[in-house]
């Protein structure tokens, strides 16, 4: 299996309070993903990155920035959450059929 | 552009009963297709997927699924559902090229009876 760890796993935060989510691959993977899970949406691509430093915008992008500057992270930043951020987020690797790996997910409440 | 669309937001089903859930999908070429569940509170994980050869295609628990590109369809069906398969299920679509982002669909809620 894919190792992949996010972290924290919980969190509640602000309205207006910057917050960075983590995601960690032990695979050395290309491909990395954050979408973001919502109910009666499924899942949104918010972000993709196909390399280190190399980045790009997915369907839900508005509010949200990524950084990659190692093959193993992948980090998710709200500048100033909202609660429209309020969601689950997943962060995925592509293995190498293009077949996605999921990672445990990241329960944000911005109140 | 990708989508998915999975008609049945809820469907109930008796332990025992077979089950069937829909997923149409839009793609100019030959999709990459998978299905994916989630238990409650829980990651998702793969079921099955679809790339190429065989269009019926086996997977984990007892899950199979057709890919009938004549009526853009990936549904996945099981012949007789346990109380344990109770959980979301997400059809999704990439790109052949393999690598890209999926395209989910809403999902599926499946809620297994007595």
């Known amino acids: 299996d894919a190792g992949i760890t996010q972290s924290p796993r919980h969190k509640v935060t602000e309205t207006g309070t910057p917050v960075t989510l983590r995601c960690h691959q032990t695979?050395?993977?290309?491909?990395m993903y954050w979408y973001r899970q919502d109910p009666g949406h499924g899942l949104r691509l918010i972000h993709y990155?196909?390399?280190?430093?190399?980045?790009d915008k997915g369907e839900v992008s508005d509010g949200y920035s990524v950084s990659r500057s190692k093959t193993e992270d992948f980090l998710l930043t709200l500048e100033s959450a909202t609660s429209s951020q309020t969601s689950v987020y997943f962060c995925?690797?592509?293995?190498?059929?293009?077949?996605?790996?999921f990672g445990p997910g990241t329960r944000l409440t911005v109140l | 552009a990708q989508s998915v669309t999975q008609p049945d937001i809820h469907i109930t089903v008796s332990e025992g009963a077979s089950l069937e859930l829909r997923c149409n999908y839009s793609?100019?070429?030959?999709?990459?297709l998978f299905w994916y569940v989630q238990s409650p509170g829980q990651g998702l994980q793969l079921l099955l997927k679809?790339?190429?050869?065989?269009?019926l295609v086996q997977g984990i628990k007892g899950f199979e699924a057709e890919f009938k590109r004549s009526q853009s369809s990936f549904n996945l069906r099981k012949p007789s559902v346990h109380w344990s398969d109770a959980a979301e299920y997400f059809c999704?679509?990439?790109?052949?090229?393999?690598?890209?982002?999926?395209?989910f669909g809403k999902g599926t809620r499946l809620s297994v009876i007595a």
């Open positions: 995925a690797i592509s293995l190498y059929d293009g077949e996605q790996f």
């Open positions: 695979e050395n993977h290309r491909y």
């Open positions: 990155s196909y390399g280190v430093k190399d980045t």
């Open positions: 793609y100019g070429a030959t999709p990459y």
């Open positions: 679809y790339f190429s050869g065989d269009t």
């Open positions: 999704a679509v990439g790109a052949t090229s393999g690598n890209t982002p999926l395209v």
